[in-house]
């Protein structure tokens, strides 16, 4: 415990001349920052995307100075409540001591008191108790009030231990993380884009799988924290005897170093990552960086789901080389992993939840795909400042991006791939932007096209003959693909295209995202071709469950 001795050797004198310098330096940190904030204002005529881009890290810059001269004022105010404490506490334990010293007590350095005759105890105990309580106070407030020095030094030194929470004072990292979950997201890429790469990397240690998964959060830091979760993922499967199943070879492909555009291996990248269920993910194929042609969002369709990532990572790639624009695979939530119900329960409404023909999925990946958006939009005007942003929805994709854009999802340019409809939440895109271009393609005799003419009330009707879509040419196959030469269409002509980024379907998506002109529909064979595989039979079949699911 401290005691009389070390109390009166606290330099006490020295604390009003910290505080000063304290205050001081953090008058010269906000002119600092207020000069540079102001900077941009000189120039008016400036204006663009790069002027933007600019401005945003004057804003991050502004925030950290700023930040850092509010710990600077929080330490010189703790250090003046420190001055107005213990000062005139220390002086009046001292002045006790002293007048018990001159009575001929013995003070011990605790406070106790002797006294110097058996006829003063009474004394003795009273000014005992007097010197035991102000030495308590003292040691009270000096803890009291050191802690939060340390804390504010710890702050002012990197010292990770505790970090600076968005509601004001400092926390751990796990109670900031549980905070940060509740916040808005540009709430959090506000608070985020302030933190110092040591803070960064202090929250990552604490929980990867939130961090990796918090929107708001800048794609590099979620990048490093899924590539943590990632191996933890693998780590318990092996662990669990599950080594050598397909959930654990794709994370061990998840893991490995992988081509890019330019054909060179480098690590995988993704933005989103749980092993939880089936699974869920956001990959990022290319980089983000001035000069490109564009940026591209692929939501795959039924049947994605983490296991087969590598092979929605393929596609991927050859419509990021085609188009020359980094493409990010999103999958970020359930998808459907059936059409439709076994033919045994045809008639069980219930049957039909989880399916492709249950919008619910639907609703729910478009409001996390809008929630993307708003990160991809940032991202973008910080890497790429001005380069438009374009989102591929495949089959029951298609159907997630139509109502993405209806929960109000900003994109420059939709394209409706195979799609199963044009949204599932009922009502108009809310796209904020006015001058969205939106296109559709759908090879002929794809029997998605049943969906798109009788399913309307699910998934939103028909993208291919819906006003302000111009409809593109699904064509032909390439020459070096599994079907040379042949023209896109049939059940094949669904998803087949792509596997083949030289086709002309293909080659019309990368056209979009890269800006340049695809090519209108060309009439190669009726969309409705006549079959005998039973998809009519099996429609009227589904038709009076269909009839009673919520909309």
């Not at 890290?57 to 850092?68: F, P």
């Not at 250090?79 to 009046?92: D, I």
């Not at 994370?251 to 480098?266: C, V």
């Amino acid at each position: 415990m401290t005691g009389i001795a070390a109390v009166q050797a606290w330099p006490l004198d020295q604390l009003g001349a910290a505080v000063l310098a304290l205050s001081t330096g953090a008058g010269e940190f906000r002119n600092i920052a207020a000069q540079v904030s102001g900077s941009l204002s000189r120039h008016p005529d400036w204006v663009g995307a790069t002027h933007d881009a600019v401005q945003r890290r004057i804003s991050v810059h502004d925030a950290l100075a700023r930040r850092l001269a509010n710990t600077i004022e929080a330490a010189a105010g703790t250090g003046r409540m420190a001055w107005e404490a213990l000062v005139p506490t220390r002086a009046l334990l001292l002045q006790l001591v002293e007048t018990a010293t001159l009575s001929g007590f013995v003070v011990a350095d605790d406070g106790t008191v002797t006294p110097p005759a058996a006829n003063r105890a009474a004394d003795a105990g009273y000014l005992s108790h007097r010197i035991t309580t102000v030495l308590g106070q003292l040691i009270n407030q000096d803890q009291t009030l050191g802690l939060q020095l340390q804390q504010l030094s710890a702050l002012l030194r990197g010292d990770l231990s505790v970090l600076p929470h968005p509601d004001g004072g400092w926390a751990e990292p796990r109670t900031l993380i549980a905070r940060l979950q509740k916040l808005d997201q540009r709430a959090v890429r506000e608070f985020w884009e302030a933190l110092t790469p040591g803070e960064v990397a202090a929250l990552i240690d604490a929980d990867p799988e939130t961090i990796g998964n918090l929107y708001g959060v800048a794609f590099d830091d979620r990048i490093e924290a899924n590539r943590r979760a990632i191996t933890n993922a693998l780590a318990r499967e092996v662990a669990a005897g599950r080594g050598g199943r397909p959930r654990a070879r794709e994370l061990r492909a998840m893991l490995a170093p992988a081509p890019g555009i330019d054909g060179k291996p480098a690590p995988r990248r993704f933005v989103a990552f749980s092993s939880i269920g089936r699974g869920r993910y956001i990959e990022q194929i290319g980089d983000l960086h001035p000069g490109i042609e564009g940026v591209g969002v692929l939501v795959p369709g039924t049947g994605s789901r983490l296991d087969n990532a590598s092979d929605q990572r393929r596609r991927a790639l050859g419509l990021a080389r085609s188009a020359g624009a980094p493409i990010f695979v999103f999958n970020d939530g359930t998808l459907p992993q059936r059409i439709a119900p076994p033919l045994a329960r045809l008639a069980d409404p219930g049957a039909y939840r989880g399916t492709a023909i249950d919008a619910e999925p639907a609703r729910l990946l478009g409001r996390r795909l809008a929630d993307f958006g708003l990160d991809l939009d940032a991202e973008v005007a910080y890497r790429a400042p001005g380069t438009p942003t374009t989102y591929i929805g495949h089959s029951y994709g298609g159907s997630v991006v139509g109502t993405a854009e209806q929960y109000g999802l900003r994109a420059d340019r939709i394209v409706f791939a195979s799609s199963a409809g044009t949204g599932a939440a009922g009502g108009p895109p809310a796209n904020p932007n006015p001058d969205v271009q939106r296109f559709s393609l759908t090879a002929p005799g794809d029997p998605i096209q049943l969906a798109q003419q009788h399913g309307g009330a699910v998934h939103g009707g028909d993208p291919d003959s819906t006003p302000g879509i111009q409809r593109l040419d699904t064509g032909w196959y390439s020459n070096d693909g599994r079907h040379p030469g042949k023209l896109i269409s049939g059940p094949d002509g669904h998803a087949a295209y792509l596997d083949d980024p030289r086709s002309t379907a293909m080659r019309n998506i990368a056209d979009v995202i890269a800006g340049r002109s695809p090519t209108g529909y060309v009439w190669r064979a009726p969309d409705h071709a006549k079959t005998d595989t039973g998809l009519d039979y099996l429609l009227d079949a589904l038709r009076g469950p269909l009839a009673q699911l919520p909309r």
